[in-house]
């Protein structure tokens, strides 16, 4: 079953927002300080894998559950849907190197192993910017015309499941962060009343305060 009028999708260029900042912000920290206290080592490459983490999941949501609808549904498009899928699999090993490197940063915070950390999220940027880009021109109005509001808010659904527990808020925090104040309201308006609260009285400050160690700590 596909729908004829456009789903609202914009909360795909809205997660996006969160991705090509943050793995940028991870390399300047890192060259500010490439070798600091043990805690700060521990704190900003658990930061690293975590921003890793969310990217992995959501491709994976993607491929999982938007793709093979795109495939069955649109196959006059199979182009566009291949070239994603060459671009996810770029972006996958980008991934795992940056993984493998930032596993590397903590066990020996070294001048050799920053760099090697900071070229691996460099090199993960190069390939995730172009490919943010295409997804947002090439398939973002195409699923709105192909699948349903369900099976579309299914990934956001995938993305939160994949976020530990106590991480939450603070990934919520993160991703509201760069936005408009009209996508803020969008975005908030999403949530159950509940979580809402808790995030008006408990999460906002949580990422405040996650956040001002991020950019502050030594
Ligand atoms: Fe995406």
New binding site residues.
Partial sequence: MSSTSPIEVRD?AI??KT?RRAFEESAQLVRANPSPSAGRVTFLSLHIDFGLNMLHY??E??DEILYPLLVERVPDHAARTEQIDHEHQEVKGAIDNAQAACAQWRSAATSESAEALTTSLDGLNSSLMP??DN??RE??PLAAVTVTQKEWDA?AKHGIASIPANKKLIAFGMILEPLSATDRTYMLSNLPPPVKLLYRFVGERQWKKYAASLRSGT
């Fill in positions: 795909m997660i996006h991705f959501h491709h949501g993607e490919h943010l997804e947002e398939i973002v990934l």
